[in-house]
């Protein structure tokens, strides 16, 4: 799920079809109906002798969802992702093979903006894995491909953006190479930071930090769990290579986090280069529990809270992470449980 300033959130669900919702929040309920009693049911008109002002009463806050609109018939794939515009009036969905430019009001019909399917599906090299909207300008959209690229597109150009603006692809070290080496390379998932200059970029071992305005390689690149490289074969063979995590700026652009196994999950700070492996469990989401530095160990000697490589637990995995635009709050999906923390030194909480 995506909630973009005022826009309306979006989901995509495993069926190829998008859901509009509603979410509204409720702090008070109305009592002293005429015309119903406290139960909603209608009252016998012959009974109501008087008339009375329905007065509102505090009550427990309750959170609302409802559906307002269902897009369908859209992909023929399952939909990777979904990117509300910045003009909150249109959105786009992408699957493995296209992607479709949606107007909010109009539920029936979408256009396609991108489609890579070729002719012969034998020839067929690449997917599309993510796609998103710049933040500011509303022509723009770049999407990740299973090859490692970044293509970003303008709109105004045509049409059909079967022609991209600019191509963001790193050079492979030819000393790195190996049976793995397109699977990892693969982007699972791709981010404009608020600022709308820089783009964050997940693939399976690192995350990349691009600047709009350089094609030819990423400014930063992070490492987010290198441990895992001469364990690739097993992770192969359990299909845990083919993961696919997201990853989330901060309010400020100067922290990316992304998540792990074993519940962990990565932060960086881009400005002091410092970086933390916190794990998220029902321990750590107690009331003003706070999250303890964890660390995984290769072999050696260990610290008391280390763990080894060799027990990290590959079923408990973190691939959806998102951070409040605003402030230090962060929402981790694990498995079925979502965690929510936030800043003790804005909150006294964590």
């Known amino acids: 799920m995506r909630l973009t300033r005022s826009c309306p959130p979006m989901v995509r669900p495993h069926d190829k079809t998008i859901k509009l919702w509603k979410i509204t929040e409720r702090d008070k309920r109305p009592e002293g109906y005429n015309l119903k009693d406290e139960e909603g049911k209608l009252k016998d008109l012959s009974t109501v002798t008087s008339l009375q002002v329905p007065v ?20 023929t794939y399952h939909i ?49 894995t993510a796609s998103e909207f710049h933040p500011h300008h509303c022509n723009l959209f770049v999407y990740s ?19 991209h603006s600019k191509l963001f692809e790193e050079p492979e070290d030819p000393s790195n190479r190996s049976f793995f080496s397109e699977i990892i390379s693969s982007v699972s998932d791709v981010k ?57 700026w901060n309010g400020s652009d100067s922290v990316i986090m992304t998540g792990a196994y074993n519940n962990f999950f990565r932060m960086f700070d881009r400005n002091t280069k410092r970086d933390v492996t916190l794990e998220a469990s029902r321990e750590s989401s107690k009331p003003r529990a706070v999250l303890k530095p964890r660390r995984v160990c290769l072999g050696g000697k260990r610290r008391r809270d280390d763990i080894s490589v060799d027990s990290l637990d590959f079923t408990k995995k973190i691939l959806h992470t998102a951070w409040h635009p605003a402030e230090n709050i962060i929402a981790i999906a694990a498995t079925n449980n979502l965690y929510i923390f936030q800043d003790k030194v804005n909150a006294d909480a964590h």
Not at 99 to 114: E, G, K, P
Not at 146 to 159: F, I, P
Not at 207 to 214: G, I, S
């Open 56 to 75: 509102l009463k505090p009550m427990d806050l309750m959170v609302e969802v409802s559906p307002r609109r269902i897009f369908a018939n859209g992909h």
């Open 80 to 128: 990777n992702s979904i990117s509300v515009n910045s003009d909150c009036e249109t959105y786009m969905s992408a699957d493995d093979l296209r992607i479709n430019l949606w107007h909010l009001a109009i539920t029936d019909r979408s256009f396609n903006i991108v489609d890579i399917k070729p002719a012969n599906m034998e020839d067929l090299t690449e997917v599309i």
């Open 145 to 163: 491909s299973s090859k490692g690229s970044l293509r970003l597109c303008d709109m105004r150009a045509a049409a059909l953006c079967d022609k």
């Open 192 to 248: 404009f930071s608020h600022s709308g200059r820089y783009m964050l970029t997940r693939d399976y071992l690192t995350v990349k930090v691009w600047d709009l305005n350089m094609e030819a390689r990423p400014i930063e690149t992070y490492q987010v769990h290198d441990y895992l490289r001469s364990k690739l074969c097993s992770l192969y063979e359990s299909d845990c290579i083919f993961d696919k995590f997201e990853c989330a």
